[in-house]
Nanobody
Framework: VQLQASGGGLVQPGGFLDLSCAAS????????MGWYRQAPGKQRELVAV?????KTTYADSAKGRFTISRDNAKVTLRMNSLKPEDTAVYSC??????????WGQGTQVTVSS
């Protein structure tokens, strides 16, 4: 399985961005898809993930502002009301039914005026 991420960029505070991630390969082995992020000097943290069964999990910082949606092997993260503290490298993530994990390339999100 390979993950191809798109989206990201520079946005002003209060703005919005969409991130997308598409999986290719043996997608039947995928259970979870979603996004993590890592800001400079900080540890990587979960942003939002969605299971094949439709369960979603959000970081507290993302609740009410971000929405994750999943369509089979594609996941989209709509980020509203962006704040400077949302600035980070966002990485697409997938976990297989076996528990194994795979990461896509990171995409920079910068929230600044």
């Amino acid at each position: 399985v390979q993950l191809q991420a798109s989206g990201g960029g520079l946005v002003q505070p209060g703005g919005f961005l969409d991130l997308s991630c598409a999986a290719s390969g043996d997608i039947a082995i995928i259970n979870v898809m979603g996004w993590y992020r890592q800001a400079p000097g900080k540890q990587r943290e979960l942003v939002a993930v969605a299971t094949t069964g439709g369960k979603t999990t959000y970081a507290d910082s993302a609740k009410g502002r971000f929405t994750i949606s999943r369509d089979n092997a594609k996941v989209t993260l709509r980020m509203n009301s962006l704040k400077p503290e949302d600035t980070a490298v966002y990485s697409c993530y997938s976990q297989f039914w076996s528990g194994a994990e795979v990461w896509g390339q990171g995409t920079q999100v910068t929230v600044s005026s």
